[in-house]
C-alpha cells in the first residue's frame, strides 16, 4: 500500500513572499520530479534521499530547456490548487469559455503528463482523486467521456492513440486536467513556456503559456485551442521567473556550474531566497520543499491521506550507504 497526499488550500497566498516561496518550492519540487532511475542509481540512493547538492551536480540547467517548462507545469498547478488569483482569475475565464456546464468560480486542478504515470501510485491517484463521477469534456458537442478508464490509458503514452477514442486521441498530451470546485466535468490543459511550442489535438482543449512579444495576456482562441497566456512581468509569469530565478542560482553554487550572465540575477528578495537554499547543501531536496512549504505558510493548507494499492518499481527501494549524513533542517525566514 502506498500513502498518496492530496492538498487542497484553505486560504490564498497573497503575500508576495509567501507566492515566491511558493513558486521556488515548485521548481525544486519540478527538479526532483525529473530524476531519472538512471540518475538514482548512480547516486545510490531514493529519490527522497537526494540532496540539495546531490541535485545541483545532476541538473543542467543552461542545456535543459524542458526544466523551465516543467516548473512553470508545477508553479501553474499548485497555484490553482492554492487559490492563487494571478493564476485563477484567467483560468476561471477561459474555463467559462470552454463549456458553458462548467461553474468556474473556484477552480481546481490535477496534475497529470504521462511521463509520470510510471512513479508509484500516480494514475490510480489522480483517477481516484477525480472521482467516480468525473468526466472528460472533449469538444463542444457530443457525450463526456468517463474519466478514469480513459486517462487509465492515455498513461501509456502516444502509443495509446489506437486505443482511445477518436476526439481523444492525443489527450495523452495533457498536463493538467481543469475543473470547477464540483470536481466533476474535467477539461485537458496543456502548460508550455513558449506559445510556439503549443500542439493542439483531439481532446485537448486548453493552453497555458506565458505572454509574449507576440502574444498579448489574457484568454483568446486559436488553433484549436483556447490560450491563457499569463502577464509578464507584472502577472504570475513574473513572480515566476523570480522563484525560477533564485533556484537556479542556488543550484549553480552548489553544483558549481559556470554563472548565468550578469543581467539575469533576480531582485534582492529572490537572492534572499537564493542564499537560503545555498546554506543546506546537505539537506534532502524532500526537506527543502518542506521548508519552503513552511516559509510559504502551508498551515494553511489542508492535508487529505489516501492509500493506493500499487506494486513498488525497482528504485523506490532505498539502498543501504556506508555512511549515514546527518544535514541541518532547513527553516527559511519571512520575506515580508
Not at 28 to 34: F, G, H
Not at 160 to 180: H, N, P, V
Request: with cysteine.
Amino acid at each position: 500500500m502506498a500513502e498518496v497526499t492530496f492538498l487542497t488550500q484553505a486560504a490564498p497566498v497573497d503575500e508576495y513572499g509567501r507566492a515566491l516561496y511558493a513558486v521556488a518550492r515548485s521548481v525544486v519540487r519540478a527538479m526532483l520530479d525529473q530524476i531519472g532511475k538512471d540518475d538514482l542509481t548512480d547516486l545510490g540512493c531514493d529519490r527522497d534521499k537526494v540532496t540539495m547538492r546531490q541535485l545541483s551536480k545532476l541538473a543542467r540547467l543552461d542545456r535543459d530547456k524542458g526544466m523551465r517548462g516543467d516548473g512553470l507545469e508545477w508553479a501553474i498547478h499548485e497555484a490553482v490548487v492554492g487559490g492563487e488569483p494571478r493564476v485563477t482569475q484567467h483560468i476561471s475565464e477561459v474555463l467559462s469559455r470552454v463549456s458553458r456546464h462548467i461553474a468556474a468560480d473556484n477552480p481546481t486542478s490535477l496534475m497529470f503528463g504521462h511521463e509520470r504515470a510510471k512513479y508509484l501510485g500516480f494514475t490510480d491517484a489522480v483517477i481516484q482523486q477525480a472521482g467516480e463521477e468525473a468526466v472528460l469534456l472533449p469538444g463542444r458537442r457530443g457525450h463526456p467521456y468517463a474519466f478514469g478508464p480513459w486517462v487509465a490509458l492515455a498513461a501509456l503514452g502516444k502509443q495509446a492513440e489506437s486505443a482511445l477514442a477518436e476526439r481523444i486521441q492525443q489527450i495523452w498530451k495533457t498536463d493538467l486536467f481543469l475543473s470547477d470546485g464540483q470536481h466533476v466535468k474535467y477539461v485537458a490543459a496543456t502548460v508550455k513556456s513558449d506559445w510556439h511550442a503549443l500542439e493542439s489535438g483531439r481532446g485537448l482543449r486548453i493552453g497555458i503559456v506565458p505572454e509574449a512579444p507576440d502574444l498579448q495576456p489574457g484568454v483568446k482562441y486559436q488553433n484549436g485551442l483556447w490560450l491563457v497566456s499569463l502577464p509578464d512581468p507584472n502577472g504570475f509569469m513574473g513572480l515566476f521567473n523570480e522563484g525560477y530565478m533564485a533556484v537556479a542560482g542556488a543550484v549553480c553554487t552548489l553544483g558549481k556550474h559556470e554563472r548565468p550572465p550578469y543581467y539575469t540575477k533576480p531582485s534582492a528578495k529572490a537572492q534572499r531566497v537564493q542564499e537560503q537554499i545555498e546554506k543546506y547543501p546537505t539537506a534532502t531536496v524532500v526537506d527543502i520543499v518542506a521548508a519552503l512549504d513552511e516559509a510559504a505558510q502551508q498551515n494553511l493548507v489542508e492535508v487529505d491521506h489516501q492509500l493506493v494499492s500499487v506494486a513498488a518499481p525497482p528504485w523506490l527501494h532505498i539502498m543501504e550507504r556506508d555512511t549515514s549524513v546527518i544535514a541541518p533542517r532547513p527553516r527559511f525566514e519571512k520575506l515580508d
